[in-house]
């Protein structure tokens, strides 16, 4: 097959574009951005509300500023792993993000984003794929799955996330 014909879902990795593979969800919550932020950027608490990630720990004497490592436990399928991430963007109140692999050489970027409105925010959580990577997958049907099963591990995120703000008072 030439580059220029048509992709198909099995299609390797030559003919794939890592951009194509990206999505944004948001959700507006009862908190006000600082709120919201303080929450995500805790990656501790992550597990409260991601149906896949559990065990996310800064490493000593780290947190939620720019260069800083942590690690986290996931799982999908009844397979577990751990990751390494690199935060690459923490605007109090505004906006946190971090590479799965390392800002240098990773291989999925995870933002949040908060914004006013009303009496709440809209958080939104985006996911891009940075690079391709055997391990996610080879083909363009394994990176649309990949991408669905994620786009639908956010949604149950965010609805986590705002039904944890409505019952947890601001302390």
């Not at 220029?4 to 794939?16: G, K, M």
């Not at 600082?34 to 947190?63: C, E, H, K, M």
């Not at 009844?78 to 291989?107: E, H, L, N, Y």
Request: charged share 20%; aromatic share 10%; glycine share 8%.
């Amino acid at each position: 097959m030439h580059a220029s014909a048509t992709t198909s879902e099995h299609d390797v990795f030559e003919v794939l574009d890592a951009s194509d593979f990206s999505f944004t969800r948001r959700a507006w919550v009862a908190a006000a951005p600082a709120r919201v932020y303080d929450l995500v950027s805790d990656v501790s608490a992550i597990g409260r509300w991601s149906p896949n990630a559990s065990d996310v720990t800064f490493d000593q004497g780290a947190g939620p500023r720019v260069g800083a490592w942590f690690s986290g436990r996931n799982h999908k399928d009844g397979k577990q792993w751990t990751t390494r991430s690199q935060v690459v963007r923490a605007d109090p109140g505004a906006s946190f993000a971090f590479v799965v692999g390392g800002a240098v050489d990773g291989i999925v970027q995870w933002s949040w984003t908060c914004h006013a409105q009303g009496r709440g925010t809209v958080v939104e959580q985006s996911w891009q794929l940075l690079r391709l990577d055997p391990v996610l997958g080879a083909t363009r049907g394994d990176l649309d799955a990949l991408r669905d099963y994620m786009t639908s591990s956010v949604e149950t995120t965010l609805l986590s996330l705002a039904q944890w703000i409505a019952e947890t008072p601001a302390g």
